[in-house]
């Protein structure tokens, strides 16, 4: 027995907006935005929907699609930098109106790593027999943290939420390995400035930090499921900007089909960003039974975090 994924659900907002209506508000260029990051438009929530309300539609999905029932959910863990209030979590939010009455619930901060941070905690809890269904969200509304008039990040990021349902799979298939890692001392390069609340980053320093340790990362997680790049059907790496993914892509020499290329239309949606993109490779039919997936982010700390799974129950 192992830890996989029973059920996949994503949520969106429906406002979209282009580089193009950036271009109206920002000194910035669609051509700009496009060639440094592969964004075309991303998703912003209003002010009636908050981090909390995304989650709850992303999970419902999950649950369904996945035929536990809520009051079977032992634990719910949400990874989020964007919270509704520090307290009570997000995941306690959850857990009251999805009716997951049994369920321990705790909200998980590792940034743009934390659906990683996520997943691999769940496995621990499953394979140890301790929980038996466990549902992990990644979530956030970055635009309640975006500084409108950085135009350095302003034009990265979206909102969503995406979630998975975990329980116990047969032998060989769900998760096969992962890596979880952190370095504090480049946490200075993305952080939440607390005086006036928004988002601050050095770009380049983040860019190569990641590009190095999406690829690692990706080659590390593989040897430790005993398994080579020429195993891998489907990369999901965390969709923060194209050169980034391409770098990791190029490492396990896959071809542009075999990886996931949600960055088009929703921008970085940080913790969401991997969960999102998996529940869209499912309902266009490019995950099949069997497959052997890698996901890998990273985000502010910093962190990372990769997983191999072999899909299916
Ligand atoms: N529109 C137009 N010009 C912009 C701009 C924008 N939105 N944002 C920055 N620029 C300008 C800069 O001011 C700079 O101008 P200068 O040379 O006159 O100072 C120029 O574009 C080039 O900046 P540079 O930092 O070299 O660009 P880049 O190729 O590194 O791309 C990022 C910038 C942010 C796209 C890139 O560094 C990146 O993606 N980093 C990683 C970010 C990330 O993944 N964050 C999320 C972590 S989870």
Known sequence: MNAGILGVGKYLPERIVTNVDLEKIMDTSDEWIRTRTGIEERRLAGDDIDTSDMAYHASVAAIEQSGVKPEEIDLILVATVT????????????????????????????ACAGFMYGLATAQQFINNKAYKHILIV???KLSKITNWE??????????????VLMGPVSDGKGLLAFELGADGSG???????????TLV?????????????????CIRVLEKAGLDKTDVDYLIPHQA???????????????????SHTIRKYGNNSAASIPIALAEELEAGKIKDNDVIVMVGFGGGLTWGGIALRWGV
């Open 83 to 110: 919270p509704d209030q520090s307290f009570p979590t997000v995941s306690c939010m959850l857990q009251e109106r999805l009716g997951a009455t049994k369920a321990a619930a705790m909200d998980i901060s590792a």
């Open 138 to 140: 990644g979530v956030e």
């Open 150 to 163: 950085d135009r350095n990040t302003a034009v990265l990021f979206g909102d969503g939420a995406g979630a």
């Open 187 to 197: 946490g200075k390069h993305l952080y939440k400035d607390m005086e006036n609340g």
């Open 201 to 217: 980053m050095n770009g380049r320093e983040v860019f190569k930090f990641a590009v190095r340790q999406m690829g690692d990362t």
């Open 241 to 259: 900007n194209l050169r980034i993914m391409e770098a990791a892509r190029q490492r396990l020499e896959l071809p542009p089909e075999k990886m």
